[in-house]
């Protein structure tokens, strides 16, 4: 998959900042909100800090993770609907 120019461009201040001692001061200001601690799930779907289209260069791509959550999602429901303490 291919990342936009801002995703580049976040992944490389990431890649500084993690070799900072000003990371969080450099993670603070990123062109793209990555999200916090609460785990990729969260960040992608409830959270919505991960926007695909920030991420995702070709349509194609982003076509199929929205679909990919969208399933997950239809899946998430049924196992919920089974497993009620989840």
């Not at 959550?69 to 049924?78: A, C, M, S, V």
Request: hydrophobic fraction near 35%; glycine fraction near 6%.
């Amino acid at each position: 998959m291919k990342l936009t120019k801002k995703a580049q461009e976040t992944e490389e201040l990431l890649i500084k900042a993690n070799q900072s001692d000003d990371y969080w001061e450099l993670a603070d200001n990123l062109p793209i909100n990555v999200g916090g601690s609460d785990g990729f799930w969260y960040n992608l779907t409830d959270g919505g800090y991960c926007n695909v289209e920030e991420v995702l260069a070709d349509e194609v791509d982003i076509k199929k993770v929205k679909d990919a959550i969208k399933t997950l999602r239809e899946f998430e429901d049924i196992y919920n609907a089974i497993h009620p303490e989840y």
